[in-house]
């Protein structure tokens, strides 16, 4: 399978229910620069920003997908989450489980 950082961001953002301009206001650049950067090669300190803004390690930016057929439909607290995969899904039972800690 090949990878692609573009796709694995988009990705990334709509299980957050964001798009990739919010991504880009919260780490303080235009959206035509994020685009370039995942489009091209970017720089460790963007890919880094990526990772810290999405709330994850790094290592899950270049995680290539398991070819498990899935599909998870997860409500909580009035918010829908969608996972396809299995890591999709351990990234939103993450992203849950530090919602809850945060309350």
């Given at each position: 399978?090949?990878?692609?950082?573009?796709?694995?961001?988009?990705?990334?953002?709509?299980?957050?229910?964001?798009?990739?301009?919010?991504?880009?206001?919260?780490?303080?650049?235009a959206?035509?620069?994020?685009?370039?950067a995942?489009?091209g090669?970017?720089?460790?300190?963007?890919?880094?920003?990526?990772?810290?803004?999405?709330?994850?390690?790094?290592?899950?930016l270049?995680?290539?997908?398991?070819?498990?057929?899935?599909?998870?439909?997860?409500?909580?607290?009035n918010?829908?989450?969608?996972?396809?995969?299995?890591?999709?899904?351990?990234?939103?039972?993450?992203?849950?489980?530090?919602e809850?800690?945060?309350h």
């Open positions: 399978m090949e990878y692609n950082l573009s796709n694995r961001v988009k990705e990334l953002c709509r299980q957050r229910g964001i798009q990739l301009k919010d991504l880009a206001k919260e780490m303080g650049i959206p035509e620069s994020l685009s370039r995942i489009n090669n970017p720089q460790l300190s963007t890919i880094t920003s990526i990772a810290d803004n999405l709330d994850i390690p790094i290592s899950e270049f995680a290539i997908k398991e070819q498990v057929p899935l599909n998870a439909i997860i409500v909580c607290k918010k829908t989450y969608v996972a396809q995969t299995i890591s999709e899904l351990k990234l939103l039972v993450n992203e849950i489980e530090r809850y800690a945060n």
